[in-house]
């Protein structure tokens, strides 16, 4: 059973181009969530989806947006990358609607530098 | 406002000994989650407690909850070189949906 696998584990890119992470969820769940972590800091929650729908997002600028497809995977979309957009891009995938008793498994993540 | 908070922010043992960190938080949960992270990898999902839980055992980790004072701890046992690592707490909101937000982080060291 697979667990949740981003690609690709790394990437650089220059300032202004545009990048596109992807993920897929642990079998059998159906939410996906993106965070930005950076160097030393915790994870930022940047938006969940589920149902192929933004249900969820944190306090990031519309140059970040995503996608989600039928079968529950998911992409991040950055736009004009800024330096500041250097960081640990994870992927946390969950079961919608278990009364908070399901645990959020994360992928290994993407390493984005942006130069 | 952050939803949770880690403390120690670092921590250094003898290999051997145990470790205690502690997370404290501010609204009302449905549970809490905590994750071991080596050197800015992924994390790994350690233990779910839910707030109706007060304490759970997983090996050689111990979790307890106290939703009154809205604090939480994670204690390894007899630690390993390989328990040196990040380690995040993590709470969702109660009556909310499932957005996870975490606390800063204990930076465990384990000393040979």
């Known amino acids: 059973d697979a667990g949740v696998t981003q690609s690709p584990t790394h990437l650089i890119k220059t300032r202004g181009q545009q990048v596109t992470l992807r993920c897929s969820p642990k079998?059998?769940?159906?939410?996906v969530s993106w965070y930005q972590q950076a160097l030393g800091q915790e994870p930022q929650f940047i938006f969940q989806?589920?149902?192929?729908?933004?249900?969820q997002r944190g306090n990031f600028p519309d140059r970040f947006s995503g996608h989600q497809f039928p079968n529950y995977s998911s992409e991040l979309n950055v736009n004009a990358l800024l330096l500041g957009d250097s960081a640990l891009y994870l992927c946390?995938?969950?079961?919608f609607g278990a009364g908070g008793n399901t645990e959020a498994f994360f992928g290994q993540g993407t390493r984005l530098t942006v130069v | 406002s952050q939803q949770g908070e880690e403390d120690p922010q670092a921590l250094s043992i003898q290999e051997g000994e145990n470790a205690t960190m502690n997370c404290s938080y501010k609204?009302?949960?449905?549970?809490l989650q905590w994750y071991r992270q080596n050197s800015g990898r992924g994390l790994v999902h350690l233990i779910l407690?839910?707030?109706?839980?007060r304490e759970k055992h997983s090996g050689r980790l111990r979790v307890t909850l106290d939703t009154s004072k809205k604090s939480s701890s994670l204690l390894i046992t007899a630690s390993r070189a390989a328990d040196t690592a990040s380690y995040f707490c993590?709470?969702?909101?109660?009556?909310?949906?499932?957005?996870?937000?975490f606390g800063k982080g204990t930076r465990l060291h384990i000393l040979p």
């Open positions: 946390a995938s969950s079961l």
């Open positions: 079998s059998g769940h159906d939410t």
């Open positions: 989806y589920y149902e192929e729908e933004e249900r």
């Open positions: 609204t009302s949960i449905n549970n």
């Open positions: 407690i839910r707030s109706n839980e």
């Open positions: 993590a709470t969702d909101f109660m009556n909310r949906d499932d957005k996870i937000i």
